[in-house]
Every structure is written in C-alpha cells, then in structure tokens.
C-alpha cells in the first residue's frame, strides 16, 4: 500500500493567511525550521496506478501538480483517481471538491450526513451527477477506493462540521458526522483519522496490531489556541484531543502494538511543526513523526 501525505496541515494551513501565532511567523520570515503546509488530506494507492484521495482539501490543485502519481497519463482527458473518500465535511476536507469539476469519472464516498452536508450547499451542484457519483457508505462497510484498496470506514469521537454547528453542540459524540478510515492491502492496515475528540477502549482495541496509523495531531495541548491569543476556542471544543498530557493521544496510544505511528492534520499554532523545538523532540521519543506534506510512505 502506498500512502502519500498531500496536505498535513490542518484548518487553514501553514502559515495561514492572517496568522502571526509563532510558528505562522516563523514560516511568514522563510524560517528553514518551519516547513509550509497544506490543508488535510491523502492519496492511497494499492498498486501505485490507480488511486483514492481521502479528503479533499481546497489546495488539491496545488497538491496534484506536484504529485506525479496523481498526474493524467492518456488521451486528452484522464486521472488516476478512482475515488475520494470523505471523513467529515469541514472546509479542509470538502473545499477542493469546487476545483475538481471538469467532467472526469469519480466516485464521492461519505457518510449519508457527510453527503446531506453537501447537498444542503446548492454550489456542489457544479459536481455533475453523470461524473460524479455519490456513493453513500454505511459506518463498517467494506468498500473498493481504488483497484486492489479496500477500506472501512468507522465512527470516531467528533462533532459536526463547523458551519453546521448549533448554539450548543454534540461534542464527542461518535456517529457518522466523523469518521476513520480502515485500508487494507492483504494483510497490510493502515488507520487514518484526521479528526478525534477522544480515545476509548473500542477505538484503541480496533487500533491495535496496525502496521500504520496516522492521527489526528491538531493540538499539542488543549488550550493552546487560547494561549497563543489567537482563539477563544480549546482543542476538546473543537472536537480534537491533544497530543500531550495525560489524556493526550501519546498516552493513550502508548501501549498498543502499532508499526509506525504519524501525526496529521496539525494546527499551524501547534510547536511541533518547528523542527528542533522541545514539543517535536518529545513527539519522536514517543515514537511519534511529524508528517509534512509530500511525505511518501509505504505499508
Ligand atoms: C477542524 O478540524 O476542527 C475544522 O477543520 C476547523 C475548520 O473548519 O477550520
Ligand atoms: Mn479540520
Ligand atoms: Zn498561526
């Protein structure tokens, strides 16, 4: 299985266009310890030819053109992307869907919210039926992303997406507005799960054994946001878990059996996005990586 990391950012990148938290300034002054970022999402293949995009970020264009493996192969009119599958229908996940309306054949698996989500938004109408088509996925249905790449899909701890957010949201909640993804390859699985509000005995005993998992690393504590003064908002409002502290995501994962362990979806507030600061440091004695965009991996 073949994995490549088109956008390990999260919600609004790195740097993001009005942000001078320290670590969007680093990146603003072309800092060498702070690598830019796009916005969420992955290209999974089984057989290096024909390909899913899980989530689709409003970068897509960007991270296409500089992906060879996603580049048209033949005739006029052609992509090696079968599918793309969605986790939750934030902006970051759903923005690039606008930019890929040129009339080539894909299958859009989500969730039947994730998709109401959608059809409630008239403008992704421009995503003509006759191309492409909207696959509803039930939560632990097997599915085919791409030749030869099965996937399941699973509730995860989560939340609405943001701008369907009530006064007084569900936070936490597992049902299918968030979801992780299962692929498997053979006997290779591969977890990803860009968004998590909290980890529980059934999410870790599915977790356990896997040769990959990339998670959810938005933030590094809870109310860093807060703390960099450029939100009111913490990390458990938000419907992510930290990844430090007690109930952070490397202590609750810390005794499970995984191959090779990655972070994700990171907030550009977040320390470990500078290479030599103390948060990275402690992520990699923990066994942890720090995804960057264009990160190759296999499985
Ligand atoms: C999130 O992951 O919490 C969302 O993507 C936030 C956002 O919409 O910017
Ligand atoms: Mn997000
Ligand atoms: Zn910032």
Not at 71 to 92: C, E, H, M, W, Y
Not at 268 to 286: K, Y
Request: net charge negative; hydrophobic share 40%.
């Amino acid at each position: 299985m073949y994995i490549h990391v088109l956008g390990a950012a999260a919600g609004g990148g790195l740097p993001q266009w009005n942000c001078r938290c320290d670590v969007c300034r680093l990146a603003w002054e072309g800092d060498p310890r702070v690598t830019p970022r796009t916005q969420s999402s992955l290209a999974v293949s089984a057989d290096g030819r024909s390909w899913a995009l899980i989530n689709c970020a409003p970068e897509v264009l960007t991270q296409i053109r500089r992906t060879p493996a996603l580049f048209p192969r033949q005739g006029k009119r052609d992509t090696p992307i079968a599918s793309i599958l969605l986790t939750n229908g934030d902006v970051d996940h759903v923005g690039g869907l606008l930019s890929l309306r040129e009339s080539s054949p894909y299958r859009l698996h989500a969730t039947p919210e994730i998709h109401a989500a959608l059809r409630d938004s008239p403008v992704f109408n421009v995503l003509a039926p006759d191309h492409v088509e909207r696959v509803e996925v039930a939560l632990e249905e097997t599915l085919t992303l791409a030749e030869g790449l099965e996937a399941r899909i699973f509730a995860v701890p989560g939340k609405a997406a943001l701008y369907l957010e009530g006064e007084d949201p569900d936070i936490g909640s597992e049902g299918e507005a968030t979801v992780g993804v299962e692929f498997r390859v053979g006997a290779r699985r591969a977890y990803y799960i860009p968004g998590c509000a909290a980890m529980n005995e059934r999410l870790a005993a599915r977790l356990e054994g896997a040769d990959l998992l990339l998670f959810d690393g938005t933030l590094w504590r809870d109310d860093e946001m807060i703390r960099a003064g450029v939100g009111h908002k913490a990390g458990s409002r938000m419907g992510h878990m930290s990844m430090s502290g007690e109930t952070g995501s490397m202590a609750a994962l810390s005794s499970l059996n995984i191959g090779r362990r990655v972070f994700v979806h990171i907030n550009n507030t977040n320390p470990v996005l500078i290479d030599d600061s103390p948060e990275r440091r402690e992520a990699r004695r923990h066994g942890w990586e720090i995804a960057h965009d264009g990160m190759e991996l296999e499985c």
